[in-house]
């Protein structure tokens, strides 16, 4: 299915690993031109080289931390006006009691999972709305709808983070902007990889057997982890131009760990 959205202009912060490089392999397919940002620059060029073999897309990496001032700037000068923006970031980290938290930590996860999308909204959204044409996704959680103590620095910015994107999506739904999330429960990403790979060298087991554990315990309904590049073509699918209907939604894709009916 072509989605209608060859050659518009696609920055997606946080793509070099995981979810945000299954949105940018999608949006690559769908012939989008692509400003791809992260932190870690060798990482970043394999992945956006990999994808350009794939599928001939024109992608420019932009080495960048997105949380950052800076960062946002040399984003922003790179492509000031694009017509998509997909946000994510490295999962916060898992925690154990909520007393344990300290302020640090809850500010630096605010500002990579909260304030980083809303103030790249606040910059782009305003010329979407003038050109009559925008898509943005955020790449959040599960844990902004289903609150536990192990994402309590995941699920409450995440779930600020679309309360706020809701609110603007009804400013600018008549303009053909269109901002929506994605909520995805647990998948086969290198954050996970690294995180279950250091269990298992910690309990004697495999990767596999850490992640079993875990769907066995928390009974995913899937039995499984999801795949990132399944992820990336949903964020896509949002993106599609018949997308203009589509106003503030929050889409779980988490293997029905949720299990809400709506
Ligand atoms: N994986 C899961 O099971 C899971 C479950 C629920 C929710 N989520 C959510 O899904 C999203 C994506 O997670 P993931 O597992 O796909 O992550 P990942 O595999 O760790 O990839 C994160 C990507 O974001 C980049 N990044 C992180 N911080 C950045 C920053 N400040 N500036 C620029 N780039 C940055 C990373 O590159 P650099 O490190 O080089 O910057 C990397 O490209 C996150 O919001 C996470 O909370 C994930």
Redesign the pocket.
């Known amino acids: 299915m072509d989605l209608g959205i060859r050659g518009r202009k696609a920055i997606v ?9 299954g949105s940018v392999r999608a949006l690559a397919h769908e012939g989008c031109e692509l400003y791809v ?4 620059e060798e ?2 060029m394999a992945a956006c080289e990999e994808i350009v073999k794939e599928t001939g897309a024109n992608i420019t990496p932009i080495v ?4 950052s001032d800076e ?1 946002r700037e040399k984003i922003l000068s790179i492509c000031p006006e694009p017509d998509i923006l997909v946000g ?5 980290p898992m925690t154990g009691d909520y007393r344990l938290v300290g302020d640090e930590e809850w500010e630096s996860m605010l500002s ?2 909260l304030m ?1 999308p809303v103030r790249f909204m606040k910059a782009v959204v305003p010329g979407m709305a003038e050109r009559s044409w925008g898509r943005v996704v955020n ?5 902004a709808k289903y609150p536990a103590q192990i994402r309590i620095l ?1 699920g409450p910015p ?1 779930a600020a983070l679309v309360n706020y994107s809701v609110a603007l999506s009804k400013v600018v739904a008549k303009d053909n902007v269109s901002i929506n999330n994605i909520l ?4 086969h ?4 990889e690294d995180r279950y790979n250091a269990l298992a060298e910690k309990n004697g087991t495999s990767y596999d057997e850490e992640v079993d554990k875990f769907v066995k315990e928390w009974r995913i309904p899937s039995d499984k ?1 999801g795949n ?1 590049d399944d992820l990336g073509s949903f964020v896509a699918m949002f993106c599609n131009e018949q997308a203009n209907f589509l106003v503030g939604q929050g889409l779980a894709i988490d293997g029905g760990i949720g299990n809400s009916t709506f």
């Open positions: 912060n946080g793509g070099s690993a995981g979810m945000g490089k940002s992260a932190r870690g990482r970043l960048a931390d997105h949380s960062g994510t970031c490295a999962p916060p990579i999972a980083s790449i959040g959680t599960g844990a995941s995440r995805p429960g647990m998948y990403t290198a954050s996970i982890f990132p």
